[in-house]
């Protein structure tokens, strides 16, 4: 299942590249960025080249573009904006990679990118490819599998239980959800607007969703769980995460996977309610996905036998044309995106 905005986009023989021109402020503007058309790269040897089908967006580029967000090396003004992609490889002098293959891995926001296939790139082998490619940055991508391994093993979900998850319309949260069904949870999640709540109980197989914004988010909850919140998947963080904390059960799980709403601002929200932790003798974890890399094989290959058994539902977002890559960054901190963001940015070639 895909949702597709109809914008334009046209194939290029130069390599465009977004590069970092202005470290953000606040939102992201479209003067933090700009777009330069390079020569397209060639292969030396032990290298391939890839041609980018889609680009990724993710709340943490913007920090990328501030200080790497302790995850990556802190960019330089001029430097190629980091992003993951998804791509075919059309040059290689790389014995591991042949002319076809198809990739996702750190390509950067550009049309083609070069690679030595070395493990930090994390650059991995399209394997699903009876599926779109574009599902190797989302459902079968690092957002799918920020999704399983926090929910699968950090929350550790069990038959009957009580899932609330918070940024549930997003990346992360529309492979959470059904991904609590299948294990057979209760799932309720949180989201913006009355056009996402809809998408997660129609189309995600959520069983109810409540707006975070209700004047009293915790009674909102209440109402829907009256028996209590087994595990909180928090994509969020602040007040939503305080109002969730009121809720919990006893030996509750409640996995951080992330804090957008204190992102932009910058600003460590207090918690209250943080010792209902130990009231509940409850435990709150957080995780970095790519220390699970070792899980990704796995979660490849079990959440694509599930989408193909129709048992696992996804939403994709898509911008058309490499030149909306801001736009559509934005559209995250502005709680534009339904499912995953992406942007297509060029049609596969036939390289049979
Ligand atoms: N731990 C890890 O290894 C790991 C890996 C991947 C991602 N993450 C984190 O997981 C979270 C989800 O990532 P994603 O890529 O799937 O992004 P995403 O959920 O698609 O992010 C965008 C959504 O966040 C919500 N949002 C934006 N600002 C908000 C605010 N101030 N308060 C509440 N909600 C807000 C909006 O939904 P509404 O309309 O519902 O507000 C928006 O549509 C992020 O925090 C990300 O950093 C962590």
Redesign the pocket.
Known sequence: MADRDGGSFAPTRHNRQWRLAARPDGPVKDSDFSLVESVVPEPRAGEFVIRTLYLS????MRQYMIDGAGIERPMSIGDVMYGRGVGQVVASNHPGYRVGDVVHGKLGWQDYAVSDGAPDKLMFKVRATDLPASTALGVLG??GF?AYV?LLDIGRPKTGETVLV?????????VVGPLAKIAGCRVIG????PE?RAMLTERLGYDAAVD?RSPDLGRAIEAVAPAGIDLFFD????P?LDAALEHINRYARVV?????????SGHSYRLANWWRIGRQRAKMQ??????FVDRFPEAEERMAGWIREGRLPYIEDVLDGIERMPAALR???????????LVRVAEPLDLG
């Open positions: 967006l993710a709340p943490v690092i957002t920020s926090g918070s940024g549930a319309a997003g990346g992360v949260g529309s949180l989201a913006g607007t996402k975070y994509n969020v963080g602040g939503v951080s996977c992330g804090r957008i709403s204190q992102y932009v957080g995780f970095f996905v790519y220390d559209r995250l901190f502005e709680g534009q995106n339904m499912g995953k963001q």
